[in-house]
């Protein structure tokens, strides 16, 4: 039996998207004969996951936890830049800037919109995570004799674990799993941007393989590291959704929206405007329709003040913090789910979030609001060629608010008319996305090396 060491920051139970990916992975190697560990960070959440609980069982998993010492800087950091922060982050007007590379303003997130402080914040990130490693230092050697070595990046832990290993145990061949861009242009700040985009150079490098979430991402790889990258995307699981079967009908016809708004970089005001302008034509009766939302209550203020600038917010209703499983009966219960991406052509573009790989599990249309400057996306291409429904892309704005406005009104008239909405998704395309498919193509890719 071959034996797979994998380490990450967000693993089963823990109530997060992140989580998602590498649990399921975990899961089907298992499944397919591997003895699987994992090291991941032990995350103090009250929230979990059950359904990845479920899907980690007999698992053996290490957690990585900060030292007392480490903990008690962070506090004292926190503390003392708290109120600075707070005042901050509350004002979103303050992070609408003029981006010096476009000569056009844009929103920015917290981190770049307010770069000192995001620079703070990043710096001290990196001690934190540089500390889970040193606390489980001593249980590497243990794992000299692991076949592979899979890092997966959507935090810094993996990546030093990374580096670490295989400095020391070279003939175990290591395989970077890259969920999000290490530097990215709207989230970096400026002053760690050399730090960041170091680190991402020397993965590179040293890793024998990348595996990217996206050809977005597997793009940014230089050519002369290419052939050791494959695209391995975001999946669905099916057994997740087992025994969450829709038995009503809503009187109203419900939109959700279930996750993070990344601080408003995630913008779902071209959604908003339509349904405001379908109202105010008479297409639409407002009592008609519904718009929830589960996430932090933080993020919900944002998602309402993009309701409220169109006219909208009266129509919105706060669900809350949900677990998965409580988030994944939630879309099965509504008639049209919403998703948000920012996808930058400076970098590479590919931002093809989990959720609406955990959407396509539903059977529900999709509307997706994708921000950015690219056109011609990934997820774009993903909906239109599996027929999920209908995306919007920031960059072809005149002409998609048109087919944004139609696309809702044919859905109201329907469900109006039998209550039903006509959606017929591609199954070819969608298998390509179930983690049983995908966990192939990860066993191809690991037997390679």
Request: proline share 3%; aromatic share 10%; charged share 30%.
């Amino acid at each position: 039996m071959k034996k797979i060491l994998l380490v990450c920051n967000y693993f089963a139970p823990d109530n997060a998207i992140a989580a998602v990916r590498i649990t399921k992975f975990a899961k089907y190697l298992k499944k397919a004969g591997y003895e699987v560990t994992v090291i991941a960070e032990q995350k103090t959440d009250s929230l979990k996951d059950s359904i990845l609980e479920k899907d980690a069982e007999g698992i053996k998993v290490i957690r990585a936890s900060n030292s007392h010492k480490m903990m008690k800087i962070i506090g004292m950091y926190e503390k003392a830049i708290f109120r600075i922060r707070k005042k901050r982050f509350e004002n979103l007007n303050d992070r609408v800037k003029v981006n010096p590379k476009t000569g056009k303003k844009e929103f920015f997130p917290f981190q770049t919109a307010h770069p000192v402080i995001g620079s703070l914040d990043y710096f001290f990130e990196i001690l934190r995570q540089h500390d889970l490693l040193k606390g489980i230092e001593q249980v590497l050697p243990q794992h000299f004799d692991s076949d592979y070595f899979i890092t997966s990046y959507g935090n810094l832990f993996g990546l030093y674990v990374g580096r670490y290993m295989h400095r020391k145990y070279k003939d175990i061949p290591w395989i970077v799993d890259i969920r999000d861009n290490i530097c990215q242009s709207k989230f970096t700040p400026c002053y760690v941007k050399p730090y960041a985009k170091r680190l991402e150079n020397i993965i590179w490098k040293e890793a024998d393989c990348i595996i990217g979430v996206s050809k977005g991402i597997c793009r940014r790889v230089p050519s002369r590291y290419r052939k050791k990258v494959h695209c391995i995307t975001n999946g669905y699981d099916m057994t997740d959704r087992d025994g969450m079967e829709r038995s009503f009908h809503n009187k109203q016809m419900v939109f959700s929206y279930t996750g993070s708004m990344y601080g408003g970089l995630r913008n779902l005001e071209p959604y908003f405007r339509c349904m405001q302008e379908l109202i105010e034509e008479g297409s639409i009766e407002a009592d008609n329709i519904r718009i929830l939302y589960a996430g932090r209550s933080s993020a919900y203020e944002i998602f309402r003040t993009q309701a409220q600038s169109c006219g909208m917010g009266d129509r919105c209703a706060y669900i809350g913090m949900l677990e998965r499983k409580d988030a994944l009966k939630l879309q099965m219960e509504s008639d049209v789910l919403l998703v948000s991406t920012f996808d930058d052509q400076l970098d590479g573009g590919g931002s093809i979030t989990g959720k609406v790989l955990e959407y396509m599990s539903a059977g529900k249309p999709i509307i997706a609001i994708i921000n950015g400057t690219v056109s011609g996306s990934e997820l774009g291409e993903m909906i239109k060629d599996g027929k999920l429904g209908f995306a919007y892309e920031e960059m072809c704005a005149d002409e998609d608010i048109v087919g944004l406005k139609k696309y809702i009104r044919s859905m109201y008239e329907g469900y109006m008319r039998n209550g039903k909405i006509d959606h017929s998704p591609e199954k070819r395309i969608l298998q390509r996305y179930d983690y049983r498919n995908l966990s192939r193509r990860m066993i191809r890719v690991l037997e390679s090396q």
